[in-house]
């Protein structure tokens, strides 16, 4: 039963990095000289809108009930539940494209000097994703989904990018104070070749990563899925009662 508790370790990890770059973000909120760069309650909705962030608590929350489910059914060897299958195909979605877009348009880009926690930037953005691209591989009990399971992982990104772009217009940016602040400079049409349009063109894009992804790692769990139920009807072997 080595696997669940290092799902417990990987959700913890997530959430430590999570709240060390929150400690660092209030911290410099808090002796910033400006009255847009000091107002806590935007720069705490703002920690909190990023994708990377609710992603990885997201995950975190996942792993702990998966690794908790396991735990407590360590004799059995039955497929995990329907509900945390496909939670666990949306958390493991979104790391994976979280990685992706991170480390080729967001990496490299100049942030502002001790804004970012390096260690906790490359657990969430790296090892966190590559850990749940390996758990679509070989974590064990894994239950086939629907291929339309793929279809449901697209829901919470869609309703995030609206919420981002309904709301960045009416927050001053902390950093800079000019009216509006977008988490990701690519849903920023003020500095998008194209505006709006620009900005679309990105959401598309990733929507359709999103969406491969998401059938990518179904495919993955159905293949798996299919194995375990065969090995388990297979002449010799008997179901557990």
Known sequence: MLYPIVRLLVAAAAVVAVFAQFERSLSLALVSPTPYGSHIPTMVTNFFSFFTIQSNLATAVVLAIAAIWALRRR????????????????????MVVTGIV???????IEQAPGAVVGWSNEILHVWVPVFLLVDALIG??????????ALIVAIYPIAWAL??????????????????????????PN?????????????????VAIV???FGVVAVGRWRGARVAASRTAPGVQSPH
Do not use: K, Q, S
């Not at 919420?163 to 977008?182: C, E, F, M, S």
């Not at 709006?196 to 959401?203: A, C, D, F, R």
């Open 212 to 214: 491969t992804v998401a």
């Open 140 to 149: 064990y009990r894994r239950r086939a989904l629907p291929w339309r399971a």
């Open 75 to 94: 004799r059995d060897t039955t497929p995990e539940p329907w509900g945390i299958a496909l939670a666990v195909t949306c958390v493991t979605t979104y």
């Open 163 to 188: 919420y981002t772009l309904v709301r960045a217009p009416y927050i001053t940016n902390p950093g800079t104070g000019v009216p509006y602040w977008y988490p990701y400079p690519f849903l920023d």
């Open 102 to 108: 991170y480390n080729t348009l967001l990496r490299g």
């Open 191 to 207: 500095v998008v070749a194209g505006g709006y349009l620009g900005v679309i063109g990105y959401v598309v894009g990733i929507a």
